[in-house]
């Protein structure tokens, strides 16, 4: 079993709220991600980290942000919910592996529907 | 750059074989293979990196063509609990960071 928690699993908010979605993982891995799926579709990378006071953005451009000032927790804010951030985001973890990605751990997503 | 998967979709009755396969236009080093099921996260099925190493926890099994930057999951004897969307990951040189998913192959295993 993985050790990687979400929360909020279900969020809505509405219009220009702030929210922050919460990621802690107990595997000691040093990166972690954040992908962005709508249902049935495929999984974008908006943010990653390698580890501490490390984060860089995906290939899906975000008005998100992250940070990642302890191993264990990479949370993702966003300062201003509009409804085109409706989706569900995916937390994850890989074991370190020298030269390549190791297995990815999902959370279970939180799911943000922005009214 | 995403990888291409095909086919986008399948639908078997149990029992039966399923091929998905899995392109990119540049080179790789590592594919990953999850599989997703509905309202549910991405599970790990497999690695296999450039030079044939595989490192999996089930018993599917998978190719990876270097030179023509393809992979291919096979599923044979398919069962009910296959069903579910699967997803290639690719991950290219320089230490592979980024890992890009394909768009998925939703797989129908019917009774």
């Known amino acids: 079993e993985a050790d990687i928690y979400q929360t909020p699993r279900y969020l809505v908010i509405g219009t220009g709220k702030k929210i922050t979605l919460e990621c802690s993982q107990t595997m000691g891995h040093d990166k972690m991600y954040w992908y962005q799926q709508d249902p049935g579709m495929e999984l974008h990378l908006i943010h990653y980290?390698?580890?501490?006071?490390?984060?860089e953005k995906g290939d899906l451009s975000s008005e998100s942000t992250v940070s990642r000032i302890r191993t264990e927790h990479f949370p993702l804010t966003l300062e201003s919910a509009r409804p085109s951030h409706t989706s569900q985001y995916l937390c994850a973890s890989s074991v370190d592996e020298e030269g390549y990605t190791g297995e990815l751990f999902f959370g279970e997503g939180s799911r943000l529907t922005v009214l | 750059q995403q990888p291409v998967q095909s086919p986008q979709a399948v639908i078997l009755r149990e029992g039966e074989d399923a091929v998905i396969n899995c392109s990119s236009s540049?080179?790789?080093?590592?594919v990953h293979w999850y599989r997703q099921k509905h309202g549910e996260a991405p599970v790990f099925l497999m690695i296999?990196?450039?030079?044939?190493e595989q490192k999996g926890h089930e018993k599917i099994s998978a190719s990876f063509n270097e030179k023509k930057q393809q992979s291919s999951l096979y599923l044979t004897a398919s069962q009910l609990s296959y069903s579910g969307t699967y997803f290639c990951?690719?991950?290219?040189?320089?230490?592979?960071?980024?890992?890009?998913f394909g768009q998925g192959t939703r797989l129908t295993i019917n009774p």
């Open positions: 980290s390698y580890g501490v006071n490390s984060t």
């Open positions: 990951g690719t991950g290219g040189l320089q230490g592979a960071q980024k890992l890009v």
């Open positions: 540049k080179a790789l080093y590592s």
């Open positions: 296999l990196l450039k030079g044939g």
